[in-house]
Each structure stands twice: as structure tokens, then as C-alpha cells.
């Protein structure tokens, strides 16, 4: 069974993020969206609320599930039998964090774990969750970026 994980803080889920999980389900058996939490991080919404996000937002995909997880992100993945870790990529700066990250995983896992990267679709490689957080923290159109789930 071809397990990946993506994971993330999804603090909110965007449009740019539901572009690559779209994309990404035809290609594995299950797919985790997996909301990593970080105690000293200070996030706009509460795991709940985030976890409901992406839950409405990917109801209809059967092999898509929701989780979080504290620690590495290879821990998480080995206690969930994955062999790929699936990462967006929106512009060439992302692509070089992400292969570094991937590159330490790999070394971390000491087993076959592999990143696979999904460039996200170029209507939406501008939205992040911090630029959707801006809008909402001054009360623009935060709607335009985001799935319908997300309109609080």
C-alpha cells in the first residue's frame, strides 16, 4: 500500500494546498493530511477548527485522511507505515527549504522515505496561509484563497 503524508500547519487550509492534495490522491493508496503542531508556534486557529477545515474541505476524496502529530515528521510517518512525505512547491525559494528538509529526512529515517514534490498549479502558486492570515487579520477577501469550508 502506497502511504504519503502531507504534512503542514495549515493555518488555514488554501486553495493552493487543496490543489496539491486534488492532485496528489490518484497517486497513493492513502494519503494523511497530517497538521504538525508546535507548542512554541502561535497559530490564528486552534488545531480543532483547522483539523474541521480540512476535514469538510477533503470529505469526498475516500483514501484522504486528517491527523496531527507533535515531534519529526519521519516519526510520524515511520508510526504510520509511509514511504513518501508529499510537499507543495509554489516558487524556487520553496524548492530549495524543501530539498534540504528532504535531504535530512532521508538521512533521519535511515530507511526509504521520499518527498515527493507536487509544483502547485500556477493560478494558485501566489497563496500562503500567512498571506491568507493577513487578509483575515484585516478583514479583506480572505474568501478568494481559501476552500468554502474555511469562510468562518
Known amino acids: 500500500m502506497k502511504i504519503a503524508v502531507f504534512p503542514g500547519s495549515f493555518d488555514p487550509i488554501t486553495l493552493g494546498h487543496l490543489d496539491i492534495i486534488e492532485r496528489a490522491v490518484p497517486l497513493f493508496d492513502k494519503l494523511i493530511i497530517a497538521i504538525g503542531q508546535n507548542s512554541q508556534k502561535k497559530y490564528m486557529f486552534p488545531l480543532e477548527k483547522r483539523m474541521e477545515f480540512i476535514q469538510k474541505s477533503v470529505a469526498h476524496f475516500p483514501n484522504v485522511e486528517?491527523?496531527?502529530?507533535?515531534?519529526?515528521?519521519?516519526?510520524?510517518?515511520?508510526?504510520?507505515?509511509?514511504?513518501?512525505?508529499?510537499?507543495?512547491l509554489r516558487n524556487p525559494a520553496d524548492f530549495e527549504f524543501e530539498k534540504a528538509i528532504a535531504h535530512t529526512n532521508r538521512t533521519l529515517a535511515r530507511?526509504?522515505?521520499?518527498?515527493?514534490?507536487?509544483?502547485?498549479?500556477?493560478?494558485?502558486?501566489?497563496?500562503?496561509?500567512?498571506i491568507v492570515r493577513e487578509i483575515i487579520s484585516n478583514k479583506g477577501e480572505y474568501q478568494l484563497f481559501v476552500p468554502d469550508a474555511v469562510r468562518v
Do not use: M, P
Open 111 to 130: 530507511r526509504k522515505l521520499e518527498t515527493v514534490f507536487l509544483l502547485t498549479s500556477s493560478g494558485k502558486s501566489f497563496i500562503s496561509s500567512s
Open 66 to 88: 486528517v491527523d496531527y502529530f507533535e515531534g519529526l515528521t519521519i516519526d510520524y510517518c515511520i508510526k504510520k507505515e509511509a514511504q513518501f512525505i508529499l510537499r507543495g
